[in-house]
């Protein structure tokens, strides 16, 4: 239902960017005391911890990047925990309102070893000849259509150095808003045909509204992503359950062998 995310990322940026990465009311604007904050940018440094952990039980014991990207940075929440742990991090975030804001937060936090870029509309980001030893993002990806999704998915991979470890994340079932409106169409043909054509009605007059007032959610499909993590022979590789009753998604470890680099596409 909906072609682009960008506008409406960069709009959340400049008026709640940090309640745009955690959807939790404590970081609006009007409520984000100095405590919440500290809550939010904690929860980073957790996340970070958690997730070397399972790299280096799972997947590299010696697990010690010294590059790292992560894509969909949003105001830096797990971009300052990284630039404690590798040498040179790179953000990476379609929107400039979010951008500037996590430059600040480096920049009060005395990091000087952080890059900052936008991506574009299209799949490439970066140089083709830059890799690191991590790549990185969460909560990101389900915000973006899923063929999009895909395609950075690979680009990212692209860009992973021999022997580095990617974690992405991404959204795979949702609980159904209209259980007995799915069961109709799964069982009568015609209600589900019925459906998509009022969708495709609906793309033609009002979803251009509805896109820019609306966060977009998409589930991926488990198999097409290891399809693509095939693409690279990965031996090494892990998945994380994560989620509750109403959504679930998968954190994916993937590991690149020696031997496997390519030129980015």
Request: aromatic share 10%; charged share 25%.
């Amino acid at each position: 239902m909906f072609r682009t995310t960008d506008d409406y990322w960069e709009r959340i940026g400049a008026t709640e960017p940090y309640w745009g990465v955690l959807t939790h009311d404590m970081y609006r604007a009007r409520h984000m005391t100095a405590q919440n904050r500290q809550l939010f940018f904690q929860s980073g440094e957790d996340h970070v911890a958690r997730v070397f952990r399972t790299v280096r039980r799972h997947v590299k014991p010696d697990f010690e990047p010294k590059t790292a990207l992560d894509f969909g940075c949003g105001v830096g929440r797990v971009v300052l925990p990284l630039a404690q742990q590798a040498a040179q991090v790179v953000g990476i975030d379609v929107a400039p309102s979010m951008l500037r804001e996590a430059r600040h937060n480096c920049e009060s936090k005395g990091l000087d070893n952080v890059e900052f870029v936008q991506a574009k509309p299209a799949q490439a980001f970066l140089p083709s000849e830059r890799r690191f030893d991590f790549i990185h993002s969460v909560l990101v990806l389900q915000h973006i259509p899923v063929g999009r999704g895909e395609q950075i998915f690979k680009r990212l991979l692209d860009h992973l150095e021999e022997d580095g470890v990617a974690a992405i994340h991404f959204h795979c079932w949702m609980k159904p808003r209209w259980p007995a409106l799915r069961a109709l169409r799964e069982k009568v043909p015609v209600a589900d045909k019925a459906w998509n054509a009022v969708w495709r009605l609906a793309d033609r007059t009002w979803n251009a509204i509805w896109r820019r007032s609306r966060m977009q959610m998409n589930c991926y499909d488990l198999n097409r992503l290891l399809s693509i993590i095939r693409e690279v022979q990965s031996r090494s590789f892990h998945t994380d359950i994560v989620g509750d009753e109403t959504a679930v998604g998968v954190m994916l470890y993937v590991r690149k062998p020696l031997g496997a680099a390519r030129p980015v596409r």
